[in-house]
């Protein structure tokens, strides 16, 4: 079993940049694929990246590709998600996923395991 700590949302104004991190414990981090999400109160999680247990893939949807990138630091246990050039539609709360020996997987029920998420607000 994984713990799942998001961190590092927040206010930032349209075209800055913000980068999250979701810390793990409990388990060996690096047989983990990890994902991240996001949701608007009412809508349904909807996905912005996923990396494989190594790191050595990531894919990343239309919406987020050259925009944002998932990274991840097997040593500290930690993945990444680095947005830049952001947008008030990116606004939303961000949650971080696991799957034990996941690959890069897209839907909320590939993942086992769910961080409570943290929130980041693009204003105009």
């Known amino acids: 079993q994984v713990q799942l700590v998001e961190s590092g949302g927040g206010l930032v104004q349209a075209g800055g940049s913000l980068r999250l991190s979701c810390a793990a414990s409990g388990d060996t981090f690096s047989s983990y694929g990890m994902g991240w999400f996001r949701q608007v109160p009412g809508r349904e999680r909807e996905f912005v990246g996923s990396?494989?247990?190594?790191?050595?893939?990531?894919y990343l949807p239309d919406s987020v590709k050259g925009r944002f990138t998932i990274s991840r630091d097997n040593a500290k246990n930690t993945v990444y998600l680095q947005m830049n050039m952001l947008k008030p539609d990116d606004t939303a709360g961000y949650y971080c996923?696991?799957?034990?020996?996941?690959?890069?997987?897209?839907?909320?029920?590939?993942?086992?395991?769910w961080g409570r998420g943290t929130q980041v607000t693009v204003s105009t």
């Open positions: 996923a696991a799957k034990r020996f996941g690959q890069l997987h897209i839907t909320t029920a590939s993942y086992d395991y």
């Open positions: 990396i494989t247990w190594s790191g050595s893939h990531t």
